[in-house]
T-cell receptor, first 115, second 115 residues
Framework: AQSVAQPEDQVNVAEGNPLTVKCTYS??????LFWYVQYPNRGLQFLLK??????LVKGSYGFEAEFNKSQTSFHLKKPSALVSDSALYFC?????????????FGIGTKLQVIP | EAGVTQFPSHSVIEKGQTVTLRCDPI?????LYWYRRVMGKEIKFLLH????????ESGMPNNRFLAERTGGTYSTLKVQPAELEDSGVYFC?????????????FGPGTRLTVT
């Protein structure tokens, strides 16, 4: 079975500082990894994904994530946080071992950027 | 291009009543997914349509939940009779292709409150 862990319920960071939102995963095969963001009263928006290739993936709004196979992690990062980045962030994984596999989401991490 | 839309945005019903949620996917997207997020928990998969056929309904909680996608366009999710534990936010998502690497596009969700 596949699973996703987001160990932090909330992350607080000062505006202009770098931010990291953590995600670790477990799959039996190779993972497809995704980050989504949910702004208040909005649906989830796709940020970025790792399928194959370069371990550092760049996405929307200046976000990036690094795939680390040995640590089974896919942490979301941004060099300089904005107040407008405050939202709920979800990590998701899909097993690429073949056959049909649904997406499994993490519990979500609330990011609060403090002015 | 219009995004995924869901109706209603909020619904408050009493235990034992019936509620029907609607999702209109992005035009041309054959794949339609339903998810549910109970407050503070992870986003849980409910089911997946490919056109009008159910590809995977393993996440449906019980037979009080009925999903349909007649004609392969919009989908409805009916809860009958509703129970208190059905409260949560119901998300719909769509994607163009079934390949695991394709991201899903989410609607804003329907917040269901059962009292």
């Amino acid at each position: 079975a596949q699973s996703v862990a987001q160990p932090e319920d909330q992350v607080n960071v000062a505006e202009g500082n770098p931010l990291t939102v953590k995600c670790t995963y477990s799959v039996s095969g190779n993972p497809y990894l995704f980050w989504y963001v949910q702004y208040p009263n909005r649906g989830l928006q796709f940020l970025l994904k790792y399928i194959t290739g370069d371990n550092l993936v760049k996405g929307s709004y200046g976000f990036e994530a690094e795939f680390n196979k040995s640590q089974t992690s896919f942490h979301l990062k941004k060099p300089s946080a904005l107040v407008s980045d405050s939202a709920l962030y979800f990590c998701a994984v899909r097993d690429n071992s073949g056959g049909y596999q649904k997406v499994t989401f993490g519990i979500g991490t609330k990011l609060q950027v403090i002015p | 291009e219009a995004g995924v839309t869901q109706f209603p945005s909020h619904s408050v019903i009493e235990k034992g009543q019936t509620v029907t949620l609607r999702c209109d996917p992005i035009s041309g997207h054959d794949n339609l997914y339903w998810y549910r997020r109970v407050m503070g928990k992870e986003i849980k998969f409910l089911l997946h349509f490919v056109k009008e056929s159910k590809q995977d309904e393993s996440g449906m909680p019980n037979n009080r939940f009925l999903a349909e996608r007649t004609g392969g366009t919009y989908s409805t999710l009916k809860v009958q009779p509703a129970e208190l534990e059905d409260s949560g936010v119901y998300f719909c998502a769509s994607s163009k292709r079934q390949a695991s690497s394709y991201e899903q596009y989410f609607g804003p969700g329907t917040r269901l409150t059962v009292t």
